[in-house]
Structures are given as structure tokens and as C-alpha cells.
């Protein structure tokens, strides 16, 4: 398959009249991990609601050339649902099938291959709310294996993770995007974005789309976090770190 | 009509429902703000059970509804006011546990000749001087609970946790809240029946909710609105022979269903402020 | 054992345990459903806000399933009306559940005035509370009808349930539309509650929807045998009920309620217990 998983031109997203985020232009190509960065409110749950064809595109373009797999971020009443892990792995299956057909042995097999995958292997059968975090985040990465999505969004989920965990998963994605996938990651960990192949910088509008090393300046990230940016000392060899700190509200209420 | 006010039950009857206005126009508000309405409903059905009990083993009727609807309130109450998962079940089945429970014991247990549907649908034309005082009791009560605790309600209703950190102690003046809503709702039960109190309780304070949107004007216009649903409705059910309580259920709805109209069609413009 | 049987020998008692067999069936499969959506406010809604219908079918003795299809489809659409409004419109202002007890309130004031004026006849109560005991081969008909197509819609639809409930942001993803989903649920609730209605009254009828479901769910762990475990308790919680209403001479309907309310505390004790060893 040539050409870029999906793409984006001029593109501008609303959940009305006015769009919360605008000039969107960037594209996926096969193998690509993107880094999304932005501070909360910013956009980067509105672009990948607009990427799944949940919200409407006021202006310029949005297209998506294939099946996208989501991993959002696991909210308090998921985690009672009567579901086990292979359960919701097998959900994937339901995917491109007409709505009659039951998922059968061949899926129950294929989905159970992509929980090993994901190093889950031995834990199918527990409770979808009695994993971890980490271990949710790769269950829903299983469903989008099942689902057979050649492009991921995953919605922030590395978040509340612990370091081992962190780098599962982080190993994970970059296995799926040897294998010829696109994966978007909504991230606030602007180290972690630096060791992927783009950056797309979001705050109600798209500040910068590129190469991390070009892309991640002091500048952008001002644009972008509209705070504080402090230098941290680096690693031996690996040159100066960037932290952000949250912006200062003076306008405290009474 | 003015000549039926002559009569002792028609007094009482016009004492009742305007007192019950009174404590409707004082509680209404925040049934509806907090989200209140299925407990009240539910805290009035649970009296049924209450009074047919109190009416089989021969102790005063409102210990009995006042003794179920508390157990209700305890149980569900707290749920409802947090809002959490689930309560919606429990809540429901409470109900049906409740009527269930009143029906049996007063078709089986008891065969005591208790009319299932005034109890449940309300005899206001035969109410006594025993629940005039009652109204009277829930009316100042709501009142002055609603002046004295009125901003606690309104601080945790918008955001509990903000409630926490300025200090507020929600737990009591909730409790305070849903216990005066069970009070309501029991009082309210003798004249509109157990299963039709939110057409007092409710219903007015929805109606008015689509004309403004402060606290205040808000209050005034439900006990006035309730008032004139409660008395339009007692002289027609007299005039008609028709049940006073479904009367005004039939009525507050009617108008409420009117000012929904009014106001999708643009034509009615919100009083004291913007919408 | 002769305890057991002795009721059987009465057609009237053969029929009724089919009826609530039949009904809890539909109750904990379709239970399970509406209490994972958080719809048993719902379903109390639609069924008293059709007691107007059943009611008006009743004084001009039309079928009541005639009556309460007419009821519950007024209800439904009054209920879809209030509860959106737009933007600013009641629902938005009060709340969905304020707006949708305001519209029950005078649906079901409405019933009760037409049923209690002076000049129907009286009969409310097997309106309200059913009249399990008075099913007709006709009345089992149409359960066994409401049975087949509520299960052959559950069975088809159960993964696409399964998803929008668990996650329906990414449901649409999966192709799993969530909005046919839940039109589906509220078809399939509608007509659960119209044809139960009749067995168990308008006050009880939640009871088979909620109390079985809600008791799986504090036993169970996957949705498979929440289901089957729904189903089962409902059917023997059922069955009680009709079996205590015969020894005991209490109301059936409210008896078969009791008992599945009494089966949803026993599981969630037992639940409670089974967490604490």
C-alpha cells in the first residue's frame, strides 16, 4: 500500500459553528510513529475523534485510507463491565463483519494470538477491571490487532503507567510500526515524543508538524504549553533536557 | 364553589393543598436542582406500605409512613444525592419491594378495608385536622431549613468537591435536605395519593424552571404556581366528582407541557435574567 | 413433593407458571441489558407512563396489548420529546431523569383519572399490580412469541451490545453503531414491558427487568453467564413467587415481585459474603 495511512490538509474541527482546532495539516505513512503534544484542552482528543469520522470537518480535509484501531484512555465504568480481556480483544472481530455474524473459533483463536502478542497471553481470562493499567492499554492495543487496524490512536496511555510498564508498551508500538502500521500517540512526555519519527504539536490550532529534532524548539514548545520552560541538564552526550512547567494563573478566586 | 367552602372537609382540603403549595414552592427547587425528583417519588410510595401497616396494627398512620419513608431514605437517599453507579436499580426496586410489600399486606395480610387506591392515589377531600397540621409543620420547616441551608444546598449541587474544600460540611445539610424532602413527601401523600406527590413536589418547580432561572423568583413563582394547580384542582375534581389527586397531576402537567411549548417556540422570554 | 405438584393440577396455576417461566426469560436476558445501560429508570418510566393506554383499552374493552402498544409508544415519544428539547429545551434545563418524571407524573395522573372517574368500572389494581392468575392461552402465546424474538435479537446483536456498552467511543470505530444499538435495546425493552404488563401491573413489571440482572451481576464476572445466571434466578425467583401466592393466599403478582426482589438481596449478600472470606 503507497501513500500515507491518512492525512490531514488546512483541516479545521468543531463540535459546532466555531472550531477548536484549526490549520491541521500534517500526514501517516506506513511505519511511522507520530507523537501528538499538547496541553490538556488543546486538541489532541478532538483530532483523533475527527480522524474516526466522529466529528465534522468545517474546513479543508481530513482522509483516512484505512481501518483505525483506538486505545482511549480506560474510564471508571469500564472497568465493572462483565468482560474478560479475551472478551474485549474479541470485540475487534466484530469489525468490517456484517452485523449478524457472531465472532467464531477462528476469531476466538486470532484473538487470543494477539494477546500474546501483547505479553498477555497467560491473563485472557481475567476480568477486563482487575488488570492494571498497563495491562488494559495492551489488552485494547489486542482488540485493535483483532480489528486488524493498520493505523493506531492511542489516547494518552502512558499515562499513570510505571517505568517497566512504560517500556512494554513503548516496545509494543514500535514492533506494530516496523510491521508497516501508522501510530498517533497523544503523549505529555515531550523525551518520550523526541525518540519517534514526528512530532505534531497541538494548542487549538497545529503550532508545528515535524521531525523532532527540527520541531521540538524552545519556541514551539512555549506556543504549545504556554508555559514556563526550563532546561534540565542532560545525560552525558544527550544534550539538554526541556520541562514544562504549567502556567502560572495570577487571577486567584476569592 | 364558594358556597362548597362552607363545609369542614373543604376547608381543610384548601388548607391542605395550600399549605402544601407553600412547602412545595420551598423544596421544589431543590428536588429539581439536585436531581431529586425519582427519590421524592420514591419516598412517597414507601409511605403506602407505611400506613397500611400503621392502619393494621393500630398505631397512628403518620408514625407509619414517616418510619418506612425514613428506612427509604436511608437506604436509597444517600445514593440518589451522590448520583453513583447503579443507584438507579436500587432505587427502582426499592419502589417495587414498596408497593409490592403495601399491596399484599393490605389485600392479604390485614384485609382491613383499607382502599388501596385513596392511599395510593390520594383523598384530599376527606383529609384531617391531623394532616392540615402536619402540612402546616412541613411548610415552616421547609422554609426555614431552605433560608438557613439554602447556600450549602446550592454549593454542593453545583460541585461537590468545591463544597469540601471551602469548608462546606455537606454530609448534614444533605441529610437535612433529603430528610425534609421525605417529610414533604409523606405530607404531600395524604392529599395527592403515594404515587402522585411529584405533581406537587415536582411539577411546579420543573414548570417554572422554564420561565427563570434564580433561585429566588424561581421559589415565589412554584409555591404561587402550585398553589393555583393545587386549587383549580380541587374545585374541579369537586365540581366533576373526579379524584383530586389525578385532577392535579392531569392540570400541573397540562401546564407545564404549555410553557414547554411557549418556550420552544420562542415566544416566552425567561424573567429575571438571561436563560 | 406432593407440595409441589398440588398446584399444578389447576389450569389457572399451570398457566401462570408458564407465564412468569416465559417472562422471567425475557426479564434476565433483557435485564441484563438495561441494567448495564443504567435504563431501569426507563423502563419504570415506560411502564407507568402507559397506563393511560391501558386504561382507555380496558373501558372499551379493546385487548390490552392493543391499549398499552398505543400507551407505551405515546409514552416513548412524549419521554423523547422532554427529555432532548435542544438546546435550553426542558431536558437540558431539568435534567434528563426531572424531565422525565414530570412527563411519567402526568401520563400516569392521567390513568388514574380516567380509571378512578365514577363512571368505570372499578378494576385499576389488575391494571397496576397484574393479574397473573387470569393468563389466558392467548396471553401465552404472546409471551412465547416475545420470547423467541427477544432472544434471536439479543443473540444477534450481543457483540455489537457488548461493544457500544463497554466502550462506545471506540465502538464507531469497530463499525458497531451506537445509536442503532440503543434503539434496538429500546425497542426490545418496550416490548418486553408492553407484553409483561399484563402479568405483572404496571407498578411491578421493572421488577423481572432489574431484580434478576442486577442479582448476576453481583455474582457473575462476564457477561455470558451474568445472563445465564439472570435467567435462572429469575425463572426460580418467579416461580416461588407463585408458589408462595398459592400456599400463602397472597396477591401473585406481588408475591413473584417479592420474590425477586428477595432473590436480588440474597445475591448481593451472598456477594458480600464471598468477598469477605
Known amino acids: 500500500m503507497s501513500g500515507p495511512l491518512l492525512r490531514a490538509e488546512g483541516a479545521a474541527i468543531g463540535y459546532g459553528a466555531a472550531p477548536v482546532l484549526s490549520d491541521v495539516t500534517f500526514a501517516l505513512e506506513p511505519g511511522e510513529r507520530i507523537g501528538v503534544l499538547g496541553p490538556n484542552g488543546g486538541g489532541k482528543t478532538t483530532l483523533f475523534r475527527a480522524l474516526l469520522g466522529e466529528l465534522p470537518v468545517l474546513r479543508g480535509r481530513v482522509e483516512v485510507a484505512v481501518r483505525c484501531g483506538t486505545v482511549p484512555q480506560t474510564e471508571r465504568s469500564r472497568l465493572d463491565f462483565p468482560v474478560s480481556a479475551l472478551d474485549v480483544a474479541l470485540m475487534g472481530a466484530i469489525a468490517g463483519r456484517p452485523w449478524w455474524r457472531r465472532p467464531g473459533r477462528a476469531e476466538r483463536a486470532a484473538a487470543r494470538d494477539a494477546l500474546a502478542r501483547v505479553g498477555l497471553g497467560a491473563l485472557a481470562d481475567r476480568s477486563f477491571g482487575e488488570l492494571s493499567g498497563g495491562q488494559r492499554q495492551r489488552v485494547l492495543v489486542a482488540r485493535a490487532l483483532v480489528q486488524d487496524a493498520r493505523v493506531l490512536l492511542l489516547d494518552e496511555p502512558f499515562t499513570g503507567l510505571d517505568a517497566a510498564s512504560e517500556r512494554r508498551l513503548e516496545a509494543l508500538l514500535d514492533e506494530l510500526a516496523a510491521e508497516g502500521r501508522g501510530v498517533l500517540v497523544a503523549t505529555h512526555d515531550v523525551e518520550q515524543a523526541r525518540r519517534w519519527d514526528r512530532v505534531l504539536c497541538l494548542n487549538r490550532r497545529q503550532v508545528a508538524f515535524g521531525s523532532p529534532a527540527a520541531t521540538l524548539t524552545r519556541d514551539v514548545l512555549t506556543a504549545t504549553y504556554g508555559g514556563a520552560i526550563v532546561t534540565l541538564p542532560g545525560e552525558a552526550g544527550a544534550g539538554a533536557a526541556l520541562a514544562i512547567l504549567p502556567a502560572h494563573h495570577c487571577d486567584h478566586e476569592p | ?275 | ?277
Open chain 2, 1 to 275: 364553589m364558594l358556597e362548597a367552602l362552607d363545609l369542614p372537609f373543604m376547608q381543610r382540603a384548601l388548607a391542605e393543598v395550600l399549605l402544601l403549595a407553600v412547602a412545595a414552592g420551598a423544596l421544589g427547587t431543590w428536588i429539581v436542582l439536585r436531581g431529586l425528583a425519582f427519590y421524592a417519588h420514591g419516598v412517597a410510595a414507601a409511605a403506602f406500605p407505611g400506613l397500611v401497616l400503621a392502619d393494621g396494627l393500630g398505631f397512628p398512620a403518620l408514625l407509619g409512613a414517616l418510619g418506612v419513608a425514613l428506612l427509604f431514605a436511608l437506604g436509597v437517599g444517600r445514593l440518589a444525592a451522590r448520583g453513583r453507579d447503579g443507584h438507579d436499580a436500587l432505587t427502582a426496586l426499592a419502589l417495587v419491594a414498596a408497593l409490592a410489600a403495601g399491596v399484599v399486606l393490605a389485600s392479604d395480610v390485614f384485609a382491613s378495608g383499607v382502599a388501596v387506591e385513596s392511599l395510593l392515589f390520594g383523598s384530599l377531600l376527606a383529609v384531617g385536622p391531623g394532616e392540615v397540621r402536619l402540612a402546616a409543620l412541613v411548610a415552616l420547616l421547609a422554609v426555614a431549613a431552605g433560608w438557613l441551608l439554602g447556600p450549602r444546598w446550592l454549593a454542593v449541587g453545583f460541585d461537590a468537591g468545591a463544597a469540601r474544600a471551602l469548608g462546606v460540611r455537606a454530609g448534614a445539610a444533605d441529610l437535612a435536605l433529603l430528610a425534609l424532602v421525605a417529610l414533604a413527601a409523606v405530607a404531600a401523600v395524604s392529599a395527592v395519593g403515594a404515587l402522585l406527590a411529584s405533581a406537587l413536589l415536582v411539577v411546579p418547580a420543573a414548570t417554572t424552571r422554564l420561565l427563570t432561572d434564580r433561585v429566588r423568583p424561581w421559589q415565589l413563582a412554584t409555591g404561587a404556581l402550585a398553589a393555583v394547580e393545587g386549587v383549580a384542582g380541587l374545585w374541579l375534581a369537586f365540581e366533576l366528582d373526579a379524584p383530586p389527586g389525578a385532577t392535579i397531576a392531569v392540570l400541573a402537567g397540562g401546564v407545564f407541557a404549555l410553557a414547554a411549548l411557549a418556550r420552544a417556540s420562542g415566544r416566552l422570554r425567561p424573567l429575571g435574567g438571561a436563560a
Open chain 3, 1 to 277: 413433593m406432593d407440595a409441589l405438584i398440588e398446584p399444578l393440577r389447576e389450569g389457572i396455576m399451570q398457566r401462570a407458571l408458564l407465564e412468569v417461566a416465559l417472562l422471567g426469560v425475557v426479564g434476565g436476558a433483557l435485564g441484563c441489558w438495561v441494567v448495564l445501560a443504567q435504563l431501569s429508570y426507563g423502563a419504570e418510566s415506560l411502564a407507568h407512563g402507559m397506563l393511560p393506554g391501558l386504561v382507555l383499552a380496558s373501558l372499551a374493552g379493546a385487548p390490552l396489548l392493543l391499549g398499552g402498544a398505543a400507551g407505551i409508544v405515546v409514552a416513548a415519544l412524549a419521554v423523547a420529546l422532554v427529555a432532548r428539547g435542544g438546546r435550553r429545551g426542558p431536558g437540558d434545563l431539568l435534567g434528563r431523569d426531572t424531565a422525565i418524571a414530570v412527563v411519567v407524573t402526568a401520563l400516569f395522573g392521567l390513568g388514574a383519572l380516567l380509571a378512578l372517574a365514577p363512571e368505570t368500572p372499578a378494576g385499576i389494581q389488575g391494571l397496576l399490580f397484574g393479574d397473573v392468575l387470569g393468563t389466558t392461552t392467548a396471553d401465552l402465546l404472546a409471551s412465547a412469541a416475545l420470547a423467541v424474538v427477544v432472544l434471536a435479537a439479543l443473540a444477534l446483536l450481543h457483540w455489537r451490545l457488548l461493544a457500544v456498552g463497554f466502550d462506545r467511543a471506540s465502538a464507531r470505530a469497530l463499525g458497531a453503531a451506537p445509536a442503532a444499538a440503543d434503539a434496538a435495546l429500546l425497542v426490545l425493552l418496550a416490548l418486553a414491558v408492553l407484553v409483561a404488563v399484563q402479568a405483572l401491573g404496571n407498578l411491578l413489571v421493572v421488577a423481572v427487568l432489574v431484580a434478576p440482572a442486577a442479582a448476576a451481576r453481583a455474582l457473575t464476572r462476564r457477561m455470558g453467564p451474568m445472563i445465564a445466571a439472570a435467567v435462572a434466578i429469575a425463572v426460580a425467583a418467579g416461580v416461588a413467587g407463585l408458589y408462595l401466592s398459592y400456599y400463602a393466599r397472597i396477591a401473585a403478582g406481588a408475591a413473584v415481585a417479592g420474590a425477586l426482589v428477595a432473590a436480588f438481596l440474597l445475591a448481593r449478600a451472598a456477594a458480600l459474603l464471598r468477598a469477605r472470606i
